[in-house]
């Protein structure tokens, strides 16, 4: 039986509801490797949409502060990516510095708090109903990162990767 055909047999068992044997972490990111940048953010984006995790809001918090340097700038920049420029002049005492300038640098997402990053998220769905699905596809990016969220979230991704898998 080779990689190709456990993956096949594991996802099965997730679309079915069961909860296979074994570490849901090690399953997603063995998968991640195995499907298209597209349907891992989709089963991203089903984990930031669940009922049966938090908010949006709170997930793009905890994975902000679980990322790196450059994790975290990509995920500033693509929230500050679904705002206007009235909107940056309001949200700028979230990040130091921020003022005018098209986009954060690592050092500025260095000094930004999960709490900062999770009302930009909260303001930032309030108005881009997209910015999940944006998201998704950035942190489609780093299967490593999202593992962080825990067993619960890569159920669910699991889930919905089977779908389309």
Known sequence: ?????NLTGVLAQY???ATPAGDA?????????????????????????????????QLVSQLFASGSGDQK?????TLLSSVTPEQRAQLAGLIPG????ASVSSAQAA???PSAVQSLAQH???????????????????PTLVKTLGTAAMMIAMRKIAEHA
């Open 1 to 5: 039986m080779g990689l190709l055909d």
């Open 111 to 113: 000094a930004v708090s």
């Open 25 to 57: 972490g090690a399953h997603f990111q063995q998968v991640a490797q195995s499907v298209d940048a597209g349907t891992l953010a989709q089963g991203i984006s089903a984990v930031m949409r669940s009922d049966q995790t938090p908010p949006f809001a």
């Open 15 to 17: 679309a079915g509801g």
């Open 124 to 142: 930032v769905e309030q108005h881009d109903a997209g910015i999940v699905d944006k998201m998704s596809t950035l942190y489609a990016a780093h």
């Open 98 to 101: 921020l003022g005018a300038a």
């Open 73 to 77: 700038m990509s995920m500033l920049n």
